[in-house]
């Protein structure tokens, strides 16, 4: 497995990619969405690859503050390799290396996998915070 960080010729096979592990989708699943986060933060978008196939996907974002990941999506035929838990990994060390020092998970509670892989690689729900959201 090779992780690497996201190039604008890996927008379509992103977004193909969460297409086809039926990630709940969102207003940003669109290629110029994606070319705009990697136009602004190059680290922003970790990316993992088996034999030159894209298999996961994992975006790192840090404020200043806190570390947000989000949109861990590993292909179905890939699952149960200890991807996710790579694409983590790695984005812990690299907020680290910046200085963050609390990192939250956006993880929708309705999936149970999702929410056993992140209490198992040490994240706790927070049920007194609410996420409010507002697409513009």
């Not at 039926?22 to 207003?27: E, H, N």
């Not at 030159?52 to 840090?62: A, F, M, Q, S």
């Not at 991807?83 to 680290?96: K, T």
């Not at 910046?98 to 892989?117: N, P, S, T, Y």
Request: overall charge negative; charged content about 30%.
């Amino acid at each position: 497995m090779n992780l690497r960080h996201a190039r604008y010729a890996d927008i379509e096979p992103i977004l193909a990619l969460w297409k086809a592990a039926d990630a709940a989708p969102t207003v940003t699943d669109d290629a110029s969405s994606v070319d705009r986060l990697i136009h602004r933060d190059r680290s922003a978008m970790l990316l993992a690859e088996e034999d030159g196939t894209l298999v996961g996907t994992l975006i790192v974002g840090y404020d200043g503050w806190r570390g947000h990941l989000y949109r861990m999506v590993v292909h179905p035929d890939f699952r149960r390799r200890g991807i996710a838990r790579a694409l983590v990994e790695e984005a812990e060390e690299h907020l680290r290396s910046i200085g963050c020092k609390r990192i939250d998970a956006f993880v929708l509670e309705r999936e149970a996998h999702a929410v056993g892989f992140w209490t198992a690689c040490g994240y706790a729900g927070q049920p007194e915070i609410g996420r409010f959201v507002k697409s513009t």
